[in-house]
């Protein structure tokens, strides 16, 4: 496991953000808790709390992968078109149930809203 205090960093920069982070969000602002973060261990230190479900990994088509903290409940997010950042809507929801194409597997379902964020209007 990487060092606690780095973990610890990682998840107060997700807390405080209150939306879902790229790797390199979360190195940055990792970074200006904890300037010697260094980016090996930010990745293995993701690697292991997504494994361990401290952190759950988010990734829409077209986007990086994001992190964000464990929601009580299934949540739609919205993207930004303008600066790619995806907020969270905290409204718990259900996914609709599906009947999928026969032969598809399905490993996941998103609600995702798109429009132009408040810095960016
Ligand atoms: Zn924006």
New binding site residues.
């Given amino acids: 496991m990487a060092n606690t205090q780095q973990r610890a960093v990682i998840l107060s920069v997700l807390q405080e953000a209150g939306r879902p982070l790229t790797r390199e969000e979360v190195l940055r602002l990792g970074r200006a808790r904890l300037p010697r973060l260094g980016s090996a261990t930010v990745n293995r230190a993701i690697r292991e709390m997504t494994d361990a479900f401290q952190i759950i990994g988010v990734q829409f088509p077209g986007q990086p992968r994001r992190y964000e903290l464990p929601a009580e409940a299934e949540h739609p997010h919205l993207i930004?078109r303008?600066?790619n950042?995806v907020f969270d809507l905290p409204v718990a929801m259900q996914l609709p149930v599906i009947d999928p194409p026969k032969g598809f597997v399905v490993t996941g379902g998103e609600v995702v809203y798109s429009g132009?964020?408040p810095?960016?209007a």
């Fill in positions: 930004c303008v600066c950042k132009t964020c810095n960016c």
